[in-house]
C-alpha cells in the first residue's frame, strides 16, 4: 500500500539540483536502515518474515548496541502504532512518511489489526501511487525523515499535517541531545556521506522536539530519549534479546540510544473515543502513565 504525496500545501524551496545531491544521500540512509533491521532480525530480536522479500542479509556484522538500538526503535514505534488502532478500532488510516522498506503494514495484516487505509510516503522511485485527500482518523509517521529537512521545511509539513486532518496522531522519531561532542561526531561522520541533517537544530533536547511539534499546531506532545524507552520495556524481552549477544560496553549503548528520540503528538483526540491521549505511555502494557496538559496559546 503505498502512494507519493500529491503536491502539498507545504514549500519545500529548494533547487532541483541541489535537491538531486541531497536526495543520494539521504536515499541511502533508507539503504543502511533496511540492512541493520534485517541483520537484527536475523538473529532473533523481533520476527519479521517479510523483511527478507525487501532486503538482503548483509555479511557486515552490525554491533549490539546497533541491534538493542533498532530493537528499541522498532518496539516503541510498534506500540504506539497498536495502541491508537486499539483506540480506534482500526476505524483510521496510518501515513508512514519516509517508509522506505518498511514492512509494518504486512505485520498489522498478519494480527488482524489492518487500518481502514494504509498509506506510504516516500521517493517516486520507491513508492509510485498518489496520496489523496482524506478524512478518517490519521496516524502519520515519520522514522528520521524530519531530521533530514530544514526547520522551516519540517515546520511546513507539520503544520500542513495538524491542518489537514482533524483527529491525528503524529509519532516522530529522530536524533536529539545533538548539542554534545557525541552529536558532533555523528554529524560530522554523515556529513562524509554526503548526508547533511539539515534540521539538527530541532533535535537539541527533548524539550526542544516537544515545543516545535505544539508550536506547529498540534495540540498535544510527548518525547522520551531511547534509553529510557529502553529501560521500560518488558524485562523478560529485554533478558531474551540481551542473551543473544555479548555487549563489552553498556555505556555505548547508553550513550547511542540518548541521542535518539521517539516523540508523538495528537489532536481531535475526543473524536478517538478517550480524551485526552496520554503524554506518559506504558510501552509494556499500552496502557496510560498519566496526562500533561500544556497551554500552547501562547506560541
Known amino acids: 500500500m503505498a502512494a507519493s504525496l500529491r503536491e502539498p500545501s507545504f514549500n519545500t524551496s529548494a533547487s532541483p539540483s541541489s535537491c538531486d545531491t541531497d536526495d543520494e544521500g539521504v536515499r541511502g540512509t533508507c539503504e543502511d536502515a533496511s540492512l541493520c533491521k534485517r541483520f537484527a532480525v536475523s538473529l532473533g530480536y523481533w520476527q519479521d518474515p517479510y523483511i527478507q522479500h525487501f532486503v538482503r542479509l548483509s555479511k557486515e556484522r ?21 495502541a491508537f488502532l486499539q483506540r480506534t478500532e482500526c476505524r483510521c488510516q496510518i501515513l508512514n512518511l519516509g517508509a522506505g522498506m518498511d514492512t509494518t503494514f504486512w505485520k498489522l495484516k498478519d494480527e ?3 487500518p481502514s487505509k494504509y498509506f506510504e510516503v516516500d521517493f517516486p522511485m520507491i513508492v509510485t501511487r498518489k496520496l489523496h485527500n ?5 496516524l502519520l509517521i515519520a522514522e528520521c525523515v524530519l531530521v533530514y529537512m530544514t526547520p522551516e521545511q519540517s515546520a511546513n509539513l507539520l503544520k500542513w499535517a495538524a491542518r489537514s486532518f482533524h483527529t491525528a ?10 548539542g554534545d561532542r557525541f552529536g558532533q561526531i555523528m554529524i560530522e561522520n554523515l556529513r562524509r556521506r554526503q548526508c547533511d541533517l539539515a534540521g539538527v537544530e530541532t533535535c537539541r533536547s527533548l524539550e526542544s522536539q516537544k515545543e516545535r511539534l505544539l508550536a506547529c499546531g498540534w495540540e498535544t506532545a510527548a518525547a ?15 533478558n531474551r534479546i540481551e542473551a543473544l549477544e555479548f555487549l563489552d560496553e553498556m555505556e555505548l549503548l547508553e550513550q547511542l540510544m540518548q541521542h535518539y528520540c521517539l516523540c508523538w503528538a495528537t489532536k481531535g483526540g475526543r473524536e478517538l473515543g478517550a480524551w485526552p491521549w496520554p503524554c506518559g505511555f506504558d510501552l509494556e502494557t499500552g496502557t496510560a502513565l498519566g496526562w500533561e496538559v500544556r497551554d500552547v496559546s501562547g506560541l
Open 112 to 114: 488482524d489489526l489492518l
Open 224 to 238: 522520551v530519549d531511547m534509553m529510557a524507552l529502553y529501560s521500560r520495556l518488558p524485562r523478560a524481552e529485554v
Open 62 to 82: 552490525k554491533a549490539p548496541e546497533i541491534n538493542r538500538g533498532y530493537f528499541a526503535r522498532v518496539h516503541g514505534v510498534g506500540q504506539l502504532i497498536k
Open 134 to 138: 482524506i478524512k478518517l482518523p490519521t
Open 169 to 178: 496522531m503524529f509519532v516522530n522519531y529522530e536524533q536529539v541531545n545533538m
